[in-house]
């Protein structure tokens, strides 16, 4: 497996290059946050700061090319990801990761793939990442939601990660992704019983 201090170096080259370097600022600390969730939650560490690192690659496609760049790379789209082309980001990081960076551990690509909505079924890697990127999100400032989510994490990635969806389901979410759905569903389910 690629080694994460490397990764970084070529990643801090690559997002140089495309004159992205507050994205690799963002992508560096998910990296780290979600490196360090992974010691507590039986996940690995640098499969954890690796998927981090990755996650937001596809950042050098402003939002209004990303339909025509997925198509290119042969990525099936959804209504909502049409609709709402932002989304499509997560689907185009994983490609690159794998193209560019040479990523071929499906553990890191599925994580890197729905690190914005996460999904249904779900790994410990997706969870891991879905909550790293939700702690050091890439606005100015602190999130609102922080201080709730990291009540819920004290409990589980599950509870945090469900704090996180009801959060941004009450907030004038720009549009529903089917993974977010699923993975509301699921969530809710494996966190009823245990103190929220």
């Known amino acids: 497996m690629i080694n994460s201090l490397e990764l970084r170096d070529d990643l801090h080259t690559f997002l140089r290059e495309h004159d992205h370097i507050s994205t690799y600022n963002h992508c560096t600390a998910v990296g780290s946050c979600a490196g360090k969730?992974?010691?507590n939650h039986k996940v690995s560490?640098?499969?954890?700061?690796?998927?981090?690192?990755?996650h937001d690659i596809s950042a050098i496609y402003p939002n209004e090319y990303r339909i025509k760049v997925a198509k290119k790379m042969g990525i099936e789209l959804n209504q909502e990801e049409l609709l709402f082309p932002m989304i499509i980001h997560q689907k185009i990081s994983k490609k690159m990761a794998e193209k560019v960076f040479k990523i071929t551990d499906t553990?890191?690509?599925?994580?890197i793939e729905c690190h914005t909505t996460l999904k249904?079924?779900?790994?410990?890697?997706?969870?891991?990442?879905?909550?790293?990127?939700k702690i050091r999100w890439d606005q100015n400032g602190t999130p609102p939601y922080l201080d709730g989510l990291m009540l819920k994490?004290?409990?589980s990635l599950e509870s945090a990660a469900l704090?996180?969806?009801?959060?941004?389901?009450d907030h004038d979410i720009k549009i529903v992704?089917?993974?977010?759905?699923?993975?509301?569903?699921?969530?809710?389910r494996k966190v009823r019983g245990r103190i929220v």
């Not at 553990?107 to 994580?111: E, N, W, Y």
């Not at 704090?163 to 389901?169: S, T, V």
């Not at 699923?182 to 809710?188: G, K």
């Open 163 to 169: 704090y996180y969806i009801e959060y941004i389901l």
């Open 177 to 188: 992704h089917p993974w977010l759905k699923e993975a509301h569903h699921t969530l809710s």
């Open 107 to 111: 553990d890191i690509l599925s994580a």
């Open 120 to 133: 249904g079924d779900f790994s410990q890697l997706d969870l891991v990442l879905f909550v790293a990127d």
């Open 153 to 155: 994490l004290e409990n």
């Open 37 to 39: 969730l992974a010691l």
């Open 45 to 54: 560490s640098e499969k954890a700061k690796i998927s981090g690192y990755l």
